[in-house]
């Protein structure tokens, strides 16, 4: 599974993107999130306040108890803050 | 007309006579040009930097447009946003509905800035005289999306 990742949470984790498998159990994108929380120090910062970060499924805008199965690219990014 | 994102600047002028132009059904056309303030939200500010998620923001303008669409009876709709850098005075986003009458042009345009501003992946970091920063979305940009 591709992730991307924007804004600060890109700054905050040093990369844009990268590919992942997923281990059992991980099912959910809040599932995602508490894994990837485990992978490092930056992943930590990023994902501090966890219900600020949004997520996207396959470029569709998703909350965190959204399903994995069949996803090809997950990303995580701030509030929006365009226009 | 649909959804264009670029990173030139762009005309709003231009965009409405080529809208317009050879019709004879549209008797209103509403446009909305959003531009880049000196006073950010960070402080006074040189420039400005706009992210955006390449694919993801096309296709969530256009889920904007056709939303749009089904609540108004809109002849087109156009939706530009920039992205890359910004300085002040530079235009970012342009909004344009043409309808019949004003009132659903009016409203279309409204709706359509009020979802881009919370919904279409686009972030700001302004650079001020402390260096970068990230610009924090506002609830009050929630609350002018929750009125639709």
């Given amino acids: 599974m591709k992730l991307r990742y924007f804004a600060w949470v890109r700054e905050q984790i040093g990369r844009p993107e990268e590919e992942v498998e997923l281990p059992e159990g991980v099912e959910t994108v809040g599932d995602l999130v508490r894994w990837l929380k485990t992978r490092g120090e930056e992943y930590g910062a990023a994902f501090e306040h966890e219900k600020v970060v949004r997520a996207a499924i396959d470029r569709v805008h998703v909350k965190p108890a959204a399903r994995l199965e069949g996803a090809s690219e997950v990303a995580f990014f701030p509030p929006m803050t365009g226009g | ?102 009132a659903a042009a009016f409203a279309a345009a409204d709706f359509v800035m009020d979802y881009l501003k919370t919904s279409a992946p686009f972030w700001k970091k302004e650079e001020n005289e402390r260096g970068p920063q990230w610009v924090e979305a506002k609830a009050s940009d929630d609350a002018a999306r929750d009125r639709w």
Avoid: K, N
Avoid at chain 2, 62 to 78: C, F, M, S, T
């Fill in chain 2, 1 to 102: 007309m649909a959804v264009h994102l670029q990173e030139e600047p762009f005309d709003t002028g231009a965009w409405i006579d080529r809208l317009t132009a050879g019709r004879t059904d549209v008797g209103a056309v509403v446009s909305f040009t959003g531009l880049c303030r000196a006073d950010g939200e960070t402080g006074t500010i040189q420039a400005m930097t706009l992210e955006h998620y390449p694919g993801m923001a096309e296709e969530e303008l256009g889920r904007l447009e056709d939303e749009a669409r089904a609540r108004w009876p809109l002849l087109d709709v156009l939706i530009l946003h920039r992205y890359g850098r910004l300085v002040p005075g530079d235009p970012i986003v342009l909004v344009v509905t043409l309808s019949s009458h004003r």
